[in-house]
């Protein structure tokens, strides 16, 4: 069946980095979109990248864009979320999610099928 584990999160301080991955299995992966959200408490889930299957296109959300590298291992079936200059802003629980084919979106209405447990990351002095 198919899973999605996320691990990687922590607490770190204020421009610190963390890097998070998404361990898949149980699906063709190479060529399905992954997406990575994250909601804070009290907040609303919000998509912050993703990457496309097959060309491994990614997008970022504004918020991140220019400090958020998202980047698939098709070999090791793992999509990995670099995260540096990270703000406390930035805490939240961070989860994947698999798309239905290979494209992705920042939007969680769209066509995604199954998500992980979450990763916690705390951004505190």
């Known amino acids: 069946q198919v899973q999605l584990a996320e691990s990687g999160g922590g607490l770190v301080q204020p421009g610190g980095s963390l890097r998070l991955s998404c361990a898949a299995s149980g699906f063709t992966f190479r060529y399905v979109g992954i997406g990575w959200f994250r909601q804070a408490p009290g907040k609303e889930r919000e998509g912050v990248s993703c990457?496309?299957?097959?060309?491994?296109?990614?997008k970022y959300s504004d918020s991140v864009r220019g400090r958020f590298i998202i980047s698939r291992d098709n070999a090791k079936n793992t999509v990995s979320l670099q995260m540096d200059s990270l703000k406390p802003e930035d805490t939240a629980v961070y989860f994947c999610a698999k798309a239905r084919f290979s494209d992705c979106s920042l939007n969680e209405d769209f066509e995604y099928e199954y998500w992980g447990q979450g990763t916690q990351v705390t951004i505190s002095s």
């Open positions: 990457i496309r299957g097959g060309d491994s296109v990614p």
